[in-house]
């Protein structure tokens, strides 16, 4: 099974090319005319423009504020696998509050270019000096973090909320999209999901948001209009989706099969033929 690390991280201008290898192989592609390049050249020890899982194991400095205000950072779930960092500059951000609890080695944290930040969070047994706070704003709070109780209930696939297979179309709908999470509630429930009819799943975060596959379109019964987003996935199964009439799939750049459900025909734009080969449709 492929895996794509590193494309929920950033909101960026630019574009990153993510190398389909074995998760073992590869991290990420530096593209020499890419701002990640100025973010991870550091990393990319060997200099083949790749940063592999070791060598981000292996780095104790990293810079996310090298790409200018062009690179949005809204997510650093990927500092899991830079736990050596001793020293971090946090980047341009809009958000509040920061977990850095997975980089227990560190020393030192630059925030000047986090203009919004309120909180960051530490492991207990670190306590980093924090640098480039701006004087005229409230200091930023540092809290220690705290584990959540395994005890406590778990949301699963019985509750009214969708536990969604494929984290690309979860993001799309919880944070990037108006018009699904509806209450903003940071949740979608089976109610707000069937009452969308068009759903697009391309914008500038596509570039680094690949979907790897559709599964979570079943909740979504009554779209009419569909917008794949970019991809990778072979298969993109509609079937579930009996009410569409247009389905933009142009930027899945591997497709072989389209499924649709009976009697269901809809308006479809193909990708480039990849590798000579149209995608074909199935109905089912």
């Not at 205000?69 to 946090?90: A, G, Q, T």
Request: aromatic share 10%.
């Amino acid at each position: 099974m492929k895996k794509y690390i590193l494309t929920t991280a950033f909101a960026v201008t630019g574009l990153m090319t993510v190398q389909a290898q074995d998760a073992n192989d590869t991290f990420i592609k530096i593209e020499s005319d890419n701002i990640f390049s100025q973010c991870f050249d550091i990393c990319d020890t060997n200099k083949d423009g790749i940063v592999t899982y070791a060598e981000a194991a292996a780095a104790t400095k990293l810079g996310l504020d090298r790409g200018g205000r062009s690179n949005v950072i809204e997510n650093y779930d990927f500092l899991k696998y830079f736990p050596n960092l001793e020293m971090f500059s946090v980047g341009n951000t809009p958000l509040e509050v920061i977990d850095l609890h997975m980089l227990k080695k560190l020393k030192l944290v630059n925030v000047s270019s986090a203009l919004w930040l309120k909180k960051l969070i530490f492991g207990c047994e670190s306590a980093p000096e924090i640098t480039g706070q701006d004087p005229t704003r409230e200091p930023i709070k540092v809290e220690a973090w705290v584990e959540e109780d395994s005890a406590a209930p778990q949301q699963t696939e019985s509750t009214d909320f969708i536990v969604f297979k494929d984290d690309g179309i979860r993001d799309f709908c919880i944070d990037w999209l108006k018009t699904v999470d509806t209450n903003k509630d940071k949740q979608v429930t089976v109610e707000e999901a069937a009452a969308v009819k068009e759903l697009s799943l391309m914008c500038f975060k596509s570039f680094i948001r690949f979907i790897k596959n559709y599964d979570d379109l079943k909740y979504f019964p009554n779209l009419e209009y569909f917008h794949a987003g970019t991809s990778y996935a072979e298969t993109v199964d509609l079937s579930a989706c009996k009410k569409l009439k247009e389905v933009d799939l142009s930027d899945c750049r591997m497709l072989k099969k389209i499924i649709l459900a009976k009697g269901c025909k809809p308006t479809i734009k193909y990708p480039v033929a990849y590798k000579g080969e149209q995608a074909k449709v199935e109905y089912k």
